[in-house]
């Protein structure tokens, strides 16, 4: 009953279809992943994506918090004796967290207030009186409310006493009334501002400044972006900036005052005072803490959003592939650590070279990155796109393209046409996060006889040939694809970046026999024990040649292999299927259509006339229906085709290497290198990255700079301007042939 309740609000709340999102709900009940139940169960869902599950997952977390939240109230009201038929109702209707907070706070436990000591002190009676409002004389009606101390029981000595007393009890029943809670949130959605204001005291303080533009800023808090909004709690948290967000406090007031007081009587004169007291000093505080609350909740889901979306354009980069690459850390004092890796990885050899001041042993460097490309026959090389990172970007194509004379032993083949494949192709990758995976415990185990610096080129290696197997081996908030990232809920920020990688990896598939364990433990249904054991198991026996061996993994039972399996691949397998999309589950259907194209499924793949002869209607069961169907003929026409795109070289503007070469107008090439909501950063090899604005990046106007670039992306962009004070650099795409 409660899952079909859970069913109808969140198909309301999405506007999906019921029906799918209810067999959702039992899917992800049964254990099933994400990517699993948008691949390979289309038919149960109605053809839900991955966002439109992974949404009805999140709502579905969310109405269960809210559930055992009423399972609280609902024994805290019965536990005080004060629970009715018609307020168990609307509890048991309400599946908004502010609603229900509101119907439990005039029961839930509190701290002594001053409303609570008047309500000791016998006042009740004296405060229900006033809000009548037909007393003439309330002080008369106060005289008799006076009494000593008794019991333990303060005394109320005068009718001031007796008045303020009941007017205490007024402000807090006005502050916890559900009408005005609504009344005065709907206020704080129309016209709530923001206002920011520096701390006088660090003002004039060097970590104030760059919170300059917020020492005193104010706007209305709907149209506050997600950026500026973190920026300014960012500033409160470092006690540089005090933040209050308030809307018209007199109208509030003025409307409130409308709802309980009937004339400018005695009594109503004093129920309009305690009404402004409550909404000062109970009411807009309590309001204000929730919409702080809500507004950073709502600018942290779109950081989250922004950064799981770099995320996932990272980690789908385009891979080089499996090619022996070299892999440059550059430095200018502490040299250059270069690493020889084979095709697969493997790291073969490494070495520190100082082409750069201040050692400034160019042509040792240039015979020994000569020697090394030769003896290990390397065809690309990887760059990180840090410290020196131009300079030995330059240094290495001088070298590829003959400019030193080194020895014949140590020489490249020439760069002719009909040998330029031999020359190896030059690509800058961000290395971002390479000093953290380097210091990390993967890392140790992976090169335990190696230092930081070794690992760290390695991993700038390995991010050319496959970004994703590298980068799932680094925390998310460590890559610098992120805005605001340390600033925004942890929790949710680690939910959302999980689900991206393990979207990505099994978007792309694994290959069952060379992965990680690392990159193993985010195939659907797997984890770090079971990845593990795949792994032990892989070295005791050698290869996997087919899917079905899965089943002798220790641990990984039949509902684990239904999971994982279709996500896996076996380039090399003698069924072919194995190095495929198609689910196990399915084989069995194409082994029927090749018997009924009177062939085998190795035929099928290969021969596109048999293919397309396949009437799928054929095939249509209980179980199976057309998107399965689909699904299997378009993976047996490319099968284990790798989703990414594929990879180019870039060369920055030769002639500019530093932020003294920028003229404002002129255009160069640049990498999209991080995207915001207000712009994308991108490096033009000056060793500082430049803002183009969402304002300049199209000659019309766009919701968001993904509408227009993604990560990485080789652009070309107009110099704007340069802050050198600031080391600042305005860049724009307007007008710029892309």
């Given amino acids: 009953m409660e899952k079909n309740i859970f069913a109808s609000l969140i198909a309301t709340r999405l506007n999906l279809k019921e029906s799918g999102v209810a067999n959702t709900i039992a899917l992800i009940d049964e254990g099933c992943t994400i990517p699993f139940i948008a691949r390979y169960r289309k038919e149960r869902t109605g053809g839900f994506d991955e966002v439109q599950i992974a949404a009805i997952s999140d709502q579905y977390e969310r109405l269960k918090d809210i559930q055992k939240r009423k399972e609280t109230v609902v024994k805290t009201i019965i536990d005080l004796g004060k629970m009715t038929p018609e307020l168990q109702k609307r509890i048991d209707d309400c599946w908004e967290n502010a609603e229900l907070e509101d119907i439990y706070l005039p029961f839930k436990p ?39 101390e008794k019991n333990g029981v303060a005394a109320v000595a005068t009718t ?14 006005v502050s916890e009334d ?4 609504q009344q005065l949130r709907g206020a704080f959605r129309r016209q709530a501002v923001i206002i920011s204001k520096v701390v006088k005291a660090k003002a004039d303080t060097d970590e104030a400044a760059k919170y300059s533009d917020y020492f005193d800023w104010q706007e209305p808090l709907r149209r506050c972006t997600s950026h500026r909004l973190l920026a300014m709690r960012r500033g409160e948290g470092e006690g540089i900036l005090r933040i209050t967000i308030s809307p018209d406090d007199d109208e509030c007031v003025e409307r409130l005052k409308r709802h309980y007081v009937y004339g400018n009587t005695a009594c109503g004169r004093l129920v309009a005072e305690a009404v402004e007291d409550g909404y000062k000093r109970l009411l807009k505080p309590s309001i204000e803490t929730e919409f702080a609350a809500l507004s950073k909740e709502k600018a942290d ?14 980690l789908l980069g385009a891979p080089l592939g499996q090619k022996r690459v070299m892999g440059i ?3 200018f004092r502490t040299g250059c650590k270069v690493v020889c890796l084979d095709a697969q990885g493997n790291l073969l050899h490494h070495e520190a070279i100082f082409p750069h001041p201040p050692v400034n042993k160019r042509m040792e460097a240039a015979v020994a990155v000569g020697k090394m490309l030769k003896k ?8 990180g796109n840090g410290t020196a990172s131009r300079e030995t970007n330059d240094f290495i194509r001088d070298v590829l393209a003959g400019r030193y004379s080194i020895p014949d032993s140590a020489k490249m083949p020439s760069r002719p046409s009909e040998n330029a494949a031999a020359v190896p192709q030059l690509f800058v990758v961000s290395e971002d996060g390479a000093s953290v995976y380097s210091a990390s415990k993967i890392a140790r185990e992976e090169f335990p006889d190696e230092d930081v610096t070794v690992r760290g080129a390695v991993s700038i290696a390995r991010r050319l040939m496959d970004p994703l197997a590298e980068l799932v081996k680094i925390d998310p908030k460590s890559i610098g694809v992120g ?31 060379t992965a990680s364990q690392h990159l193993l433990m985010y195939v659907s249904g797997l984890g770090p024990a079971l990845a593990k054991n795949i792994v032990d198991y892989r070295r005791e026996n050698g290869v996997f040649t087919s899917r079905a061996q899965l089943k002798k993994v220790p641990r990984l039972g039949p509902a684990a292999f239904l999971q994982c399996a279709g996500f896996l691949r076996i380039p090399d397998a003698k069924n072919p299927l194995d190095n495929s999309a198609v689910h196990p589950e399915s084989y069995a259907i194409v082994e029927q259509m090749a018997k009924d194209q009177g062939c085998r499924v190795v035929d099928l793949i290969n021969n596109k006339e048999k293919r397309e002869a396949i009437d799928i209607q054929r095939y249509v069961t209980s179980q199976v229906g057309m998107p399965t169907l689909t699904d299997i003929l378009s993976e047996l026409e490319k099968p284990g085709r790798d989703p990414r795109e594929h990879i180019e070289e870039f060369e920055f503007d030769r002639n500019v290497s530093s932020v003294d070469d920028l003229i ?12 915001t909501n207000f712009g994308a950063f991108v490096d033009i090899g000056v060793h500082q990255d430049g803002l183009v604005h969402i304002s300049q990046m199209a000659n019309r106007r766009i919701n968001h700079p993904l509408d227009v670039v993604k990560l990485h992306q080789h652009v070309r962009v107009r110099v704007v301007e340069v802050d050198r004070r600031r080391n600042r650099i305005s860049l724009s795409m307007k007008g710029v042939l892309q």
């Fill in 110 to 148: 509190k701290r002594r207030t001053r409303a609570q000591i008047a309500r000791e002190q016998g006042l009740e009676p004296l405060a229900q009186l006033l809000m009548l409002q037909r007393e003439r004389d309330p002080e008369a009606a106060a005289r008799r409310f006076l009494h000593p």
């Fill in 160 to 173: 001031a006493e007796a008045l303020k007393g009941a007017q205490d009890i007024i402000a807090e029943t």
């Fill in 178 to 181: 559900e009408r005005s809670r």
């Fill in 301 to 314: 889901d779109e950081a989250i959003r922004v950064f799981a979306e770099n995320l996932r354009q990272l």
């Fill in 329 to 331: 850390d550059p430095g």
């Fill in 376 to 383: 290990y026959q390397i065809e690309a090389i990887s760059i």
């Fill in 483 to 513: 805005q605001y990232q340390h600033d925004v809920d942890q929790s949710k920020l680690k939910h959302s970046l999980d689900q991206t990688v393990e979207s990505c990896v099994n978007q792309v598939g694994v290959n069952l026999n």
């Fill in 664 to 675: 404002e107008g002129m255009e160069l090439p640049g990498i999209v290198t991080n995207i």
